[in-house]
T-cell receptor, first 111, second 112 residues
């Protein structure tokens, strides 16, 4: 299928390494943040979310960190696998319910 | 688990034609959102509906309209299509009291 994000920043990691994907958000009033994974030709897939009253949340192999002071989010993926290769987007919700997506990052996992 | 269903998955139209995209939300979800994603871009919010009423509006052109029906499915109607309308169109759904939006597989629209 057609690639998503042909000109996106790319993070290349070795299989088994940890990955860190960063995102800067724009609205200091945003109170809910989500990370999505998008594979080529598919819709964004929910990975993990975090509310503004938290600074860290962990899931299975993933951790999201939120720094409200500098309006920065990061997604950490432990023991990255080839199946993690995709474009990753952060999204923020200001309470209007519509999500505002950040620019994606392409993660390439080298076997 | 059931996911969001979109149809058609692929659509080819010519300039000035019309198109209708359909979205069937996850069962029990009452809120539907439409997003447009151009090549190499992030998804852009178009419009959303909660309980069959428009709840939020984004960068949706006046040539486009949408509605949510009594069974909660939604349709995005696009008229006077332009080349720049070629994109992936995603529908997402959520429970109103929750904020997590779950996306469908998208409809790829190509306008020639």
């Amino acid at each position: 299928g057609e690639s998503v994000g042909l000109h996106l920043p790319t993070l290349s990691v070795q299989e088994g390494d940890n990955s860190i994907i960063n995102c800067a958000y724009s609205n200091s009033a945003s109170d809910y943040f989500i990370w999505y994974k998008q594979e080529s030709g598919k819709g964004p897939q929910f990975i993990i979310d975090i509310r503004s009253n938290m600074d860290k949340r962990q899931g299975q192999r993933v951790t999201v960190l939120l720094n409200k002071t500098v309006k920065h989010l990061s997604l950490q993926i432990a023991a990255t696998q080839p199946g993690d290769s995709a474009v990753y987007f952060c999204a923020e919700n200001t309470g209007r319910r519509a999500l505002t997506f950040g620019s994606g990052t392409r993660l390439q996992v080298q076997p | 688990a059931a996911g969001v269903i979109q149809s058609p998955r692929h659509l080819i139209k010519e300039k000035r034609e019309t198109a209708t995209l359909k979205c069937y939300p996850i069962p029990r979800h009452d809120t539907v959102y439409w997003y447009q994603q151009g090549p190499g871009q992030d998804p852009q919010f178009l419009i959303s509906f909660y309980e069959k009423m428009q709840s939020d509006k984004g960068s949706i052109p006046d040539r486009f309209s949408a509605q949510q029906f009594s069974d909660y499915h939604s349709e995005l109607n696009m008229s006077s299509l332009e080349l720049g309308d070629s994109a992936l169109y995603f529908c997402a759904s959520s429970l109103e009291e929750e904020e997590t939006q779950y996306f469908g597989p998208g409809t790829r629209l190509l306008v020639l």
